[in-house]
């Protein structure tokens, strides 16, 4: 009996995205707590998911929220739901945010992040290539969502740029509104899985949400229209939170970001620009940095037509501005090294 209720507890948060990982972080005194997800995180409050809905969490005193993300696991106690503490995470999608001492948590536990924009003056690839370094270093999957191509002569142009940002890009354009988007987006929507949805403000994120999560209208989020001149959204969601797929996934919205600075993603970088990055063990200098150095391999791919210049300048941009954002820690003998945290993805 005992063996059937713990296995029917197991599959309930299962479907929540519990998994072994955060199974093996629970010490031998620690298997009557209860597991719970992280829904929203407000400024001295947190709700959190258990499978058999929401709870309000009781937190300890002194408890600093601006530490908890969104898709947290935690453990908490059963009965007066009171916070015990945070497992360690797989994935953490976080951003500096200018006079910060501290990264601003985004969402966590995330297995795909839908970098959604819009087939108009909002589809801007620099920006993307910024949300494509972020979900790289984070080691979860990115896929782009364009929306609104129903107001557009054609979308074609725009999944083309899209798919040349990185390798093996997913891209796929829905309307957000019809079922159809959801029936797009199921292979990455699955029991268990846990996607997040980021994007500028008007790009259609709460109305893709919403058919998502299947939502009726009194429990729909609000949503915005963007402003025709300048194709500029406004902002509909104020706070991240987690919602149910109607898939049997689970999606986090995230408020829009206009401004996305990158700092410690050297890793993610790597990957965004894999063809620049193949191509440095070519150049004649190991600090070469790609501008006037004679034996340059990329500057020799730019020459030839291989690579193109404008990759290359905003390799340059976003790698300069991850130097200048990203935390320095004493090396050998006083020197200061950058520290990189990321993991290369194959």
Known sequence: ?????????Y????????????????????????????????????????????VKLRLPAHTNTTNFAVGDWILA?????????????????QRKTMGARTPQLIAANVDTLFVVTSCNDDFNPARIERYLALA?????????????????TDAAPYQQQAATLQRGLAVVTVNAKTRTAAATLARWCGAGQTVALVGSSGVGKSTLLNTLAAKPPEEAQPTGGIREDDAKGRHTTTSRSLH??????WVIDTPGMRTLHVSDVSAGLDVLFAEITELTPGCRFRDCTHMHEPGCAVQTAVADGTLDPARLDRWRKLSDENRDNTPTTSGARGNKKPATHGKRRS
């Open 11 to 54: 599959n309930t948060l299962a479907s929540l995205g519990w998994s072994q990982y955060f199974d093996a972080q629970l010490g031998p005194d620690e298997t009557d707590f209860a597991r719970m997800r992280i829904a929203t995180v407000h400024r001295s409050r947190m709700t959190a998911e258990t499978g058999d809905g929401p």
């Open 77 to 93: 106690d059963p009965c007066e739901h009171m916070l015990h503490r945070l497992l360690e995470r797989r994935s953490l999608l």
């Open 1 to 9: 009996m005992q063996e059937a209720v713990n296995n029917r507890l």
């Open 244 to 249: 149910s797929i109607a898939g049997g996934g």
């Open 136 to 152: 790289n270093e984070a080691g979860t999957n990115p896929v782009i969502v364009l929306t609104k191509a129903d107001q557009v």
